[in-house]
């Protein structure tokens, strides 16, 4: 079967890459900044344009946040899609439960969709590299 990837390059990747650990601490991070941005003042949010940004960079920072955070999930969950998915979406719901507590910020459902659909995506295109991959004998 043909593979992208050489011995000596799969080798390098293992040993140098990222490992479970590092995983492990980059899906917290990108966890924290979600949690962070979502229940953060609207004074205190990070923005990429300014506070006045056009409605679709909004959509797509939620939905390429979500993405990523699916993305390194399914990789933490190798052949567990409908777990991660589930996991990803949990969050999405349980932080914007959280952000209708917030007086100062406005919880929707349709942020909601935008959110699990960036998560179910990543966890997509995760699934699809990993069924790629040579699997690593133990």
């Known amino acids: 079967m043909f593979s992208a990837f050489s ?13 479970r650990n590092h995983l492990m601490l980059a899906t917290g991070v990108c966890l924290a900044l979600i949690i962070y941005a979502t229940l953060a003042a609207l004074t205190g949010r990070p ?7 056009a409605y ?13 955070l699916g993305f390194m999930l399914a990789f933490l969950l190798p052949g567990r899609f409908t777990q991660a998915c589930l996991l990803v979406i949990g969050v999405a719901i349980a932080l914007e439960l959280l952000q209708a507590l917030r007086p100062d910020r ?17 966890v997509s295109i995760a699934q699809i590299v990993l069924a790629f991959l040579p ?3 133990s």
């Open 56 to 68: 679709w960079v909004v959509v797509i920072e939620r939905f390429s946040a979500y993405g990523l």
């Open 106 to 122: 406005d919880a929707a459902f349709f942020d909601v969709i935008q959110k699990a659909a960036g998560g179910v995506v990543g």
């Open 47 to 53: 923005v990429l344009l300014g506070h006045h940004e």
């Open 7 to 19: 011995d000596r390059a799969l080798q390098l990747i293992y040993r140098s890459g990222m490992r």
């Open 135 to 137: 699997r690593v004998r």
